[in-house]
C-alpha cells in the first residue's frame, strides 16, 4: 500500500495545482477565485520513482460550527488523520498570515510528520515570504513553484528522508485500487473485465443529493454535504467494492439550465461533469423527488443516452413526496413520452438521508451494465432481423424497394448494430426506430442506448467492382 500524502493550507496557496502537478494530470479544478476546491480528491502522485497517493484538501479557514467552512474544515481534518505525511503550503509572496500562523500551530499539535512548502517562488518571487516561514516551527521551509514545476527535486529528497524509498507498485495494480483515471474511451468494444472497476457516475441538478447518496452508499461522510446547492464543484472518484465488484464512485457537480451558467468557475464545473459522464459506463440521474422530473433533468438524461452511457434515474427524497403515486406516474410518462429512444430505462425511489429502498439502486446498476455489454451472436441476430423485415419490409424510395440483405452486431458498450443494404442511404429513421425497438425487445435491452450503422451491400454484378 503506498504511503498517503495530504495537501493542506488556507485557500489559493496553490494546493490543487500541485495536486495536479503531482499526479500528472488535471485533475482538479483550479482557478483564481479562492475555495474552488471543497472535497477531498485523491490520485496516484509520482516523484521521479516515488509513488505515493496524494490527497488535495479544501482550504483552511478558522470554523468550527456547522456552516459549509466548518464542514470543509472536517474533511480536511479527517484528510491528515489518515494521512503518512502532511504538506502544508503556504503563499510565500503573500507572505505569512494570521491563518497561516494559526493552523501552523494546529498541525504541531497532530503528531504528524509535515513539510511546510512556500509556493509562488518562481523567479526569485516570495523572498520575504519564505524568510517569516522560518517562524511557524515547522522546520525549514522549501521554496517550490507548483505552476512551473521549480523546487520538485528538493521536495522528493525531503519525501524520501521521511517516509523512505517504497518498491514501485505497477499502474496496473494501483488503477486495479481505483487511484488511476481512466485513460481510454470506455466506447472501446472491449468484454468486461471483472477484475477491472466499474465506472458510476451520479449526476442531476444542484441539490438532488448527489454526494448524501454516495456518502449513504459507502457508509461514510466522504463528501461535503449540506443544503447549499452546488456544494460539489468537481468530480470526485470514490473507491467502493459491491458484491465482491470493485466500483468507482464519481460524484459530479449539478448541471443547472445552460443559460443560467455564466460563471467561469461553473463553467469549469460543468465541463468536468460532462467529461465524467462521457468517461462513465453507468450513469445514475438523481432526481429531486419533491421537485420532480423537469425539463433540465430531460436534458441530462438525453446527453447521457446521446453519449451511448447506460442510464438508471433514481428519485431522491421520496420519504418527503406526497402523492408518490402520481410523481412516479409523472415520471414514466415523461420518460415514454421524450425520451423514446431508450425505452424503459429503469426508475429507483429511494431517500439518501434515511437509507429507504437505497438497497434497490445498485441491481439496478448492474443490470444495465450487463446489458449494456450484452452481445447478441450474428446467427441469432439475422434470425431476428429476417423475422422484423417479414413483419414490416422497409418502404419504398423512389418508387423502388429497399432490401436490407443482413447484418450483425458489431460491438458492445453500447450495443451497436451494422446493417447491410443495397440502397442503405435511403433507410429512413422511422425505420431504424422500428428496429432498434424490436431489438430492445427481443434481446432484453431496456433502458439501453442502441446504435446503427448503415452500410452498403456490395453488388457482385457491378462491373467496377470485380478484379
Known amino acids: 500500500m503506498s504511503a498517503k500524502i495530504a495537501i493542506v493550507g488556507r485557500p489559493n496557496v496553490g494546493k490543487s495545482t500541485l495536486f495536479n502537478r503531482l499526479v500528472g494530470k488535471r485533475l482538479a479544478l483550479v482557478d483564481d477565485t479562492p475555495g474552488v476546491t471543497r472535497d477531498r480528491r485523491e490520485g496516484q502522485a509520482r516523484l521521479a ?27 480536511t481534518e479527517l484528510a491528515v488523520l489518515q494521512a ?141 454535504t449540506g443544503p447549499e446547492p452546488g456544494l460539489t464543484r468537481d468530480s470526485i472518484t470514490v473507491r467502493w467494492n459491491y458484491q465482491g465488484r470493485d466500483i468507482r464512485l464519481v460524484d459530479t457537480a449539478g448541471l443547472r439550465r445552460k443559460a ?54 433514481a428519485v431522491n427524497k421520496w420519504d418527503a413526496v406526497e402523492d408518490r403515486a402520481l410523481t412516479l406516474k409523472a415520471i414514466e410518462d415523461r420518460l415514454q413520452t421524450s425520451l423514446p429512444q431508450a425505452r424503459g430505462i429503469p426508475v429507483v425511489t429511494l431517500s439518501a438521508l434515511t437509507g429507504r429502498h437505497l438497497d434497490r439502486l445498485l441491481p439496478a446498476v448492474m443490470k444495465q451494465y450487463e446489458r449494456w455489454n450484452r452481445r447478441v451472436p450474428t446467427a441469432a441476430f439475422n434470425r431476428w432481423l429476417e423475422f422484423m423485415l417479414r413483419k414490416n419490409a422497409p418502404p419504398l424510395a423512389n418508387g423502388r424497394s429497399v432490401r436490407i440483405r443482413y447484418g450483425t452486431q458489431v460491438k458492445t458498450r453500447p450495443p451497436t448494430m451494422s446493417l447491410f443494404a443495397g440502397r442503405a442511404e435511403t433507410i429512413p429513421e422511422t425505420y431504424q426506430r422500428y428496429l432498434i425497438n424490436g431489438y430492445r425487445d427481443a434481446f432484453d435491452l431496456d433502458g439501453i442506448p442502441i446504435r446503427v450503422v448503415l452500410r452498403k451491400a456490395k453488388n457482385p454484378f457491378d462491373p467496377d467492382k470485380k478484379k
Open 84 to 224: 503518512d505525511l502532511v504538506l502544508f503550503v503556504i503563499d510565500a509572496r503573500v507572505g505569512i498570515t494570521p491563518l497561516d500562523e494559526h493552523f501552523a500551530k494546529w498541525l504541531r499539535r497532530q503528531n504528524k510528520p509535515v513539510l511546510l512548502l512556500a509556493n509562488k517562488c518562481e523567479g526569485g518571487a516570495g523572498r520575504t515570504g519564505l524568510a517569516e516561514a522560518h517562524g511557524l516551527g515547522l522546520g525549514d521551509p522549501l521554496p517550490l513553484s507548483a505552476e512551473h514545476g521549480e523546487g520538485l527535486y528538493d521536495l522528493h529528497e525531503a519525501i524520501v528522508e521521511i517516509i523512505g524509498r517504497p518498491e514501485a507498485e505497477e499502474d496496473a495494480a494501483a488503477e486495479a485500487d481505483g487511484l488511476l483515471p481512466v485513460e481510454t474511451d470506455v466506447d472501446v468494444d472491449t468484454p468486461d473485465d471483472p477484475t477491472r472497476p466499474i465506472q458510476l457516475a451520479v449526476t442531476g441538478r444542484p441539490n438532488a443529493g448527489k454526494s448524501t447518496l454516495i456518502n449513504a452508499l459507502i457508509h461514510e461522510d466522504r463528501l461535503l
Open 49 to 75: 520513482e516515488l509513488e505515493f497517493t496524494a490527497v488535495d484538501t479544501a482550504g483552511l479557514e478558522d470554523a468550527l460550527d456547522d456552516s459549509m467552512a466548518g464542514r470543509m474544515r472536517q474533511q
Open 260 to 313: 443560467r451558467v455564466e460563471h467561469k468557475l461553473e463553467k469549469l464545473s460543468v465541463a468536468d461533469t460532462l467529461y465524467s459522464i462521457r468517461m462513465a459506463q453507468v450513469v445514475v440521474l438523481l432526481i429531486d423527488g419533491v421537485q420532480g422530473f423537469d425539463k433540465q433533468d430531460l436534458t441530462i438524461a438525453d446527453h447521457v443516452l446521446s453519449e451511448g452511457r447506460a442510464l438508471v434515474i
